[in-house]
């Protein structure tokens, strides 16, 4: 399950609702929430914090960005220093 800008903001407000049509809603506004600056009428609601905070830590952490990368490079960095040792004791 991927957490998306609305399970951070909707999932965990008083006033976040689900219309099927629709997606996500405001309860306040009666319609799909502009997330791109936050949210100013964000009222945490305790029992779906709870919730929040229970599927972020189901989520399997996962690298990203420059540690992925960073990951990759020295698995790849060791596989080329094998081969190379490889070629070097039989050649």
Known sequence: MKTTVYDHFCGRC???GYSPGRG?????????????????MLEEDPQ??????????????????WRAWARR???DLGWVSMVGILVWWVG
């Open 73 to 75: 490079s020295w698995l």
């Open 24 to 40: 996500p809603v405001c309860k306040l506004t009666d319609d799909r929430p502009d997330l791109s600056l936050g949210c100013m």
């Open 14 to 16: 008083r006033h976040g």
């Open 48 to 65: 779906k914090l709870q919730a929040y905070a229970r599927r972020r830590e189901s989520q399997p952490r996962v690298a990203t960005g």
